[in-house]
T-cell receptor
Framework: DQQVKQNSPSLSVQEGRISILNCDYT??????FLWYKKYPAEGPTFLIS?????DKNEDGRFTVFLNKSAKHLSLHIVPSQPGDSAVYFC??????????FGKGTLLTVNP | GAGVSQSPSNKVTEKGKDVELRCDPI?????LYWYRQSLGQGLEFLIY????????KSGLPSDRFSAERTGGSVSTLTIQRTQQEDSAVYLC????????????FGEGSWLTVV
């Protein structure tokens, strides 16, 4: 049973446009959410996070939105750049240790 | 060190052989995790260490898998009698263990069982 779901395995956008990556979760005990970015042959790197007490967190071109009632979060990248092309993983935790990951979304930003 | 270090970065082994994967966490990080990513799959939790103890081993797929951590630092993941379905990238991560912490990953050990 997947507790964290990323229903779009891939997304393609034009450089300069907005990329929106979506994530849904089922476990209401999750209270902290993270996005990781992964390039081929590298480990995931932390991108941005959000606590359940907030509904938005922004860091430069990256913004994460959380809708707790819908158990949904999204990552917005504006403007998208070719270097953003990677696999993006959504992760959630309800404790201070174990992260549960989605299967990832491959983002391709076309020049 | 500056980041999480894993070795070997790549390992090809014959079915039935044992393998050991090593992880050096970020200095001072008390929490250490092993995850696995198989082809086309997300990151699968294997085991979590707090210090030298493993309060959560629930993700280990079978009794062929074991892990230990010594000195609150280095961890070794051992896979005995490897099978082809063990082929994956094994990722180690560490964190400060504080609530709301960020988990930092190593580059992974790519295991291929032939």
């Amino acid at each position: 049973d997947q507790q964290v779901k990323q229903n779009s395995p891939s997304l393609s956008v034009q450089e300069g446009r907005i990329s929106i990556l979506n994530c849904d979760y089922t476990n209401s005990m999750f209270d902290y959410f993270l996005w990781y970015k992964k390039y081929p042959a590298e480990g995931p790197t932390f991108l941005i996070s959000i606590s359940s007490i907030k509904d938005k967190n922004e860091d430069g071109r990256f913004t994460v939105f959380l809708n707790k009632s819908a158990k949904h979060l999204s990552l917005h990248i504006v403007p998208s750049q070719p270097g953003d092309s990677a696999v993006y993983f959504c992760a959630a935790t309800g404790s201070n240790y174990k992260l549960t990951f989605g299967k990832g979304t491959l983002l391709t930003v076309n020049p | 060190g500056a980041g999480v270090s894993q070795s070997p970065s790549n390992k090809v082994t014959e079915k039935g052989k044992d393998v050991e994967l090593r992880c050096d966490p970020i200095s001072g990080h008390t929490a250490l995790y092993w995850y696995r990513q198989s082809l086309g799959q997300g990151l699968e939790f294997l085991i979590y260490f707090q210090g030298n103890s493993a309060p959560d081993k629930s993700g280990l797929p079978s009794d062929r898998f074991s892990a230990e951590r010594t000195g609150g630092s280095v961890s070794t993941l051992t896979i005995q009698r490897t099978q082809q379905e063990d082929s994956a990238v094994y990722l180690c991560a560490s964190s400060s263990g504080l609530n709301g912490n960020t988990i930092y990953f190593g580059e992974g050990s790519w295991l291929t069982v032939v």
